[in-house]
């Protein structure tokens, strides 16, 4: 039976993120017969409070499929040397027996798993919108999001990442499965394993938005809103369904956003389960960074807009008309 390791990513609270459970149920296979490894690298081997979130793991969202829950750790400063993060993580797949590791396409993601392929010499396959592990296929966003291609890997040990909320999280059809097993894994490393590279300050927006890469909805505005303080009608808006606000690349250029908000080609590439682009043209460049969105709604005066040739509903109308009214009947 195949073993495979899912690298859980943690949010700024300690808490497990939603959209690690998309990777799970990938990494169960087609017939969920695999066995699910998750590992959380952690700071200390004392840590209380991760050990009181993967119980809340285990009886909250065993349902998911995981067999069993490593917490790493290390006799060097883990969290900020992401090369003996990556070390790490290897020495617990070699320990474990997986035959592959999978994650989340986010920033931390693509910079320890990028450094896990380099160290055991195996192709990478990053930011997939799906994924068989027993086949070891990945399927990836190609040429600015105008196409998928679907690639085997010539690997022994799978490494993959996946965007960010393209794998729907599916619960297994036995509710009877058990919790996952706590297991402590520690690696004793070599200086050379420290590696050059240490994070000596984390900076961070004051800001307490949800991150539009993790959202599970998003309202985005594009040139029409016309400047920054209306922004507002979307926030409010979002407030109401738990979204996130983002922006096209118009907006940011005018100045009405900043670029931490744009969504497309050179901006965040985003997978929500709901898109609603507001005055947003749909280029295809601001497409390529939201087409796997799971419903797009499009809303736009302009009849015309290549917007309605993408979305899955359209409203032909004015945004400071129709979010208002949405907002109220939110309310």
Do not use: W
Not at 158 to 172: G, L, S
Not at 296 to 306: E, F, L, Q, S, Y
């Amino acid at each position: 039976m195949p073993k495979i390791g899912v690298l859980m990513e943690m949010s700024d609270g300690g808490k497990i993120k939603d959209t690690n459970y998309g990777v799970i149920t990938a990494a169960r296979g087609k017939d969920n017969s695999n066995e699910v490894y998750a590992m959380i690298i952690d700071g200390s081997a004392g840590n209380d409070a991760v050990k009181a979130d993967f119980a809340a793991f285990n009886n909250d969202f065993c349902c998911y499929g995981v067999n069993k829950a490593i917490i790493i750790t290390a006799n060097g400063d883990l969290q900020n040397s992401p090369d003996l993060q990556a070390s790490a993580v290897i020495a617990a797949t070699k320990e474990y027996g997986l035959n592959a590791i999978l994650g989340l396409s986010s920033a931390s993601g693509r910079d320890i798993f990028a450094r896990i392929a380099a160290n055991l010499d195996e192709p990478m396959a990053s930011d997939c919108v799906a994924i068989d592990v027993d086949a070891k296929i990945a399927v990836k966003s190609h040429f600015s999001g105008k196409t998928f291609a679907t690639i085997q890997l010539d690997c022994s040990t799978m490494i993959a990442t996946i965007r960010p909320n393209a794998i729907e999280a599916v619960k297994v059809a036995d509710s009877s499965v058990n919790a996952a097993n706590l297991e402590n894994f520690t690696f004793n490393a070599p200086t050379s394993d420290f590696g050059k590279v240490k994070r000596v300050e984390v900076k961070k927006g004051t800001s307490g938005k949800i991150d539009i890469t993790e959202a599970p909805i998003i309202i985005t505005g594009g040139r029409a809103i016309k400047n920054g303080e209306n922004y507002k009608i979307l926030e409010e808006c979002a407030a109401l369904l738990g979204a996130a606000v983002g922006a096209s690349r118009a907006a940011v250029d005018a100045g009405y956003a900043p670029h931490s908000m744009q969504v497309g080609q050179t901006g965040k590439t985003v997978s929500p389960k709901l898109y609603i682009a507001c005055g947003v043209s749909g280029a295809v460049q601001h497409f390529a960074g939201m087409k796997t969105s799971k419903i797009i709604v499009g809303i736009n005066t302009d009849k015309d807009a290549p917007i309605f040739s993408k979305c899955d509903y359209g409203i032909v109308g004015d945004i400071f008309e129709v979010i208002p009214a949405l907002t109220k009947a939110l309310k």
